[in-house]
């Protein structure tokens, strides 16, 4: 099968060639998240945002832009492609059905000319932190997506439900976290790629979990993390500014809401400037 040469190299390098970054440091990467519709769409056409992401699912004209529980959209991804590779933003495609994956990658091959970009094909392919084993994807999805796009960037994710803590009654709420078991699986199923493989992690997640996920960065310099939260979720932001400091600031993209984000990249300068 004819395969692809382009869009796989790292975001950050990508971005600071292009002078649209100050450093090599992965919180400077804006992120547009749900650019679903038309509308959202080209909101973030217009945004500062360096990678918009949107979600795709299978509906009725084939891969749509829409979000579970929906079902029907005004956006389908072939007009979505068509407009965003018009600009100069990145692209992250979550996938949220294995049925629209398929198709999905024939057109994105189709347009292999214009995919001199950072493209990032995402997908929750292991069952996590209070995730559903049944959605253990692994293996068709990889499949699918290397055997038409060898130089993507694979974003590959674990389930997980909310809420994100526990309560233990009397000693207080613990958080879940990614086990040992969750990331040498995860571990197992990158080992043989080729391809640079982000690993998509929950904000309130990352403190209980960093000796695992720190672990899982070092077995490959093609490694990084994407942490992201839900709206519900509750983090501290020293918890995502210490994490830092104990690894490769290229490796660690955060796409959090407002106004986190920017109190984390105002911690972050302040920081570097008491230590000047």
Known sequence: METDAGGGEDAVEYFFKKRRIHSKDALEIIWYHAANRKARMKEALNSDAHMIEADVV???QGPIMAHPPETDSDNTLQNWLNEVLQSDKGIKLDFKSLSAVEP???MLLSMKHCLTRPVWINADVLPGPGGNGSER???EFL???TSHLTDVTLSLGWTTTLPVVQNQGKHGCIS????????KEMEEVCRALC???TFPVRAALVAPSWPQLHWLLQQSERY???VWTAREDSYSLQDMSSIREDFDKSRIYYDLFEPQMSELRHAVKKK???HV
């Open 176 to 183: 879940l976290g990614y086990t040992w078991e969750m990331v």
């Open 224 to 226: 990084s993390l994407t």
């Open 195 to 197: 391809q640079p493989v």
């Open 272 to 274: 570097i400037t008491d």
């Open 143 to 145: 499949h699918i997506v």
């Open 137 to 139: 994807i692994a293996s």
């Open 58 to 60: 299978f509906g009725s």
């Open 104 to 106: 999905a990658m024939k």
